[in-house]
């Protein structure tokens, strides 16, 4: 169990925090339902191929473990949690209106953040953040990298749970639709929700705290580094 409190040191650490911790997550969960929600239970059963377990009055069909299986392969070998971001413009807004606009506030340059796009967002992230916060040669505290990665290992696990819930839920609900199965699965998706929020808000904790420190390094060096840099680019 050692992979799932320690943070991770790096990107390929932190892919398999998630796919591992989402892959266990979902099994408890899909577990808990199928033995407590009717509905739930005869949908998973119809789609398990007549394969189940059941070990002291606990049921466990093929379909509580390989639905969470095919996004736990998702997430390690395909980054899922990349496709959600893309998709919903997740990582971009954050960085666009937390670090950047940050460092732009810090530097009286508050007006150049509608000049950030997505075409230029990530080359500016590399020469203002990554190049003293990257994993790999980092300038700042190794231990506040290794704390946000823990952040956004948690919160990308959110994210997708989130998504399996709501596939899982839409399926289950046109196949055998029932009050008490929608009433569960919007309560589900309330919860993952808040905690969403409030994994994202210490997200936002660690890269402002890292901002704050690269813009000191060198005696302010690197803040006019970055300031001459921020006026050519924007």
């Known amino acids: 169990m050692k992979w799932l409190f320690?943070?991770?040191?790096?990107?390929?650490?932190?892919?398999k925090k998630i796919a591992y911790t989402m892959f266990f997550a979902v099994i408890i969960g899909m577990?808990?339902?199928?033995?407590?929600?009717?509905?739930f239970s005869e949908f998973i059963k119809s789609i398990s191929f007549g394969m189940q377990i059941e070990a002291y009055n606990i049921k466990i069909y093929?379909?509580?473990?390989?639905?969470p299986l095919f996004f736990?392969?998702?997430?390690?070998?395909?980054?899922?949690?990349?496709?959600?971001?893309?998709?919903?413009?997740i990582r971009y807004k954050f960085d666009k209106f937390v670090i950047i606009k940050n460092f732009l506030d810090q530097l009286n340059m508050p007006n150049k953040i509608k000049n950030v796009n997505k075409n230029n967002r990530?080359?500016?992230?590399?020469?203002?953040?990554?190049?003293y916060a990257g994993y790999d040669k980092p300038?700042?505290?190794?231990?506040l990298i290794y704390m946000a990665l823990h952040s956004w290992s948690w919160y990308w696990i959110i994210i997708d749970t989130m998504i399996v819930?709501?596939?899982?839920?839409?399926?289950?609900?046109?196949?055998?639709?029932?009050?008490?199965?929608?009433?569960?699965?919007?309560?589900i998706l309330f919860v993952l929700f808040i905690l969403s929020c409030s994994?994202?808000?210490?997200?936002?904790?660690?890269?402002?705290?890292?901002?704050?420190?690269?813009?000191?390094?060198?005696?302010?060096?690197?803040?006019?580094r970055i300031c001459r840099y921020l006026e050519d680019a924007l």
């Open 139 to 143: 300038s700042i505290d190794i231990h």
């Open 72 to 89: 736990a392969i998702l997430e390690n070998v395909f980054e899922f949690h990349d496709k959600v971001s893309d998709l919903f413009k």
């Open 122 to 131: 990530k080359a500016i992230m590399d020469e203002i953040f990554y190049k």
């Open 62 to 67: 093929i379909a509580d473990l390989y639905i």
């Open 6 to 15: 320690e943070p991770p040191k790096n990107y390929p650490e932190m892919l």
């Open 31 to 39: 577990v808990i339902l199928t033995n407590y929600l009717q509905s």
């Open 199 to 224: 994994v994202k808000s210490q997200c936002k904790k660690y890269a402002l705290r890292e901002v704050n420190t690269i813009l000191k390094l060198n005696n302010g060096l690197s803040q006019k």
């Open 165 to 187: 819930a709501v596939i899982t839920g839409i399926l289950m609900l046109l196949i055998n639709f029932s009050a008490i199965g929608l009433f569960t699965f919007v309560a």
